[in-house]
């Protein structure tokens, strides 16, 4: 498993085990608004984190769930996005009023600026779950990271909840992190339900 891989793994790991209830559900779109300068730094790989007001990368300002038609569309705007040190790996994690849940993370290294996407489930992570249709885009001049899911994917659900979380990695050792859930590093939350329009 290369590092990059690694780190995607357990950024997924972020989001698989969560608590907390849904609010009712909205409407086709929802977004979150996320402050500036609430980055985290680990030194140990992403076991433990501090504070890093100091820090863009991996900073997240917004990020918007659409649901509409065929596709659900994720989108989220960050403070300074840039194809610099070792990559970055975003992780958003679906749960479907099923009950049904996966993950879809996007890698962007030194190798592969424009990216990788692929879709996992929580319970296994060495297997990608097949997803024909399923797309991202890293636009670094906009700040802006987009991922398309075909609601064929998760079944095409009535609605759809999402978590996020973004890591830096600067080195091996070193990485940033932050999510448009919380002022923490990790989330800790689903989003409220948003319904097929």
Known sequence: MTRFRRAATIAAATSVVLFGTAAAASAQTLSLRDAHHDVW???????????APRQSAADVTKATLRYRGKNVVFTEHF????QRDAGDVYTLGLRTNTGLRRLVLVEAVQSNWPGT???????DLSKPVPCDGLTEHISYPRDLVRVV?????????RAVQ???????IKSPTVWFA?????????PHSWSAPVRKG
């Open 149 to 157: 899911v075909p609601a064929s994917c998760l079944k095409n659900p």
């Open 178 to 186: 932050d999510n448009p859930m919380n002022t923490q590093a990790k």
């Open 162 to 168: 999402f978590t996020e979380a973004n890591i830096h």
């Open 117 to 123: 996407v692929w879709m996992d489930r929580p319970t």
């Open 79 to 82: 403070v300074n996005l840039r």
């Open 41 to 51: 730094k680990s030194t140990d790989g992403g076991k433990t984190f501090t504070a």
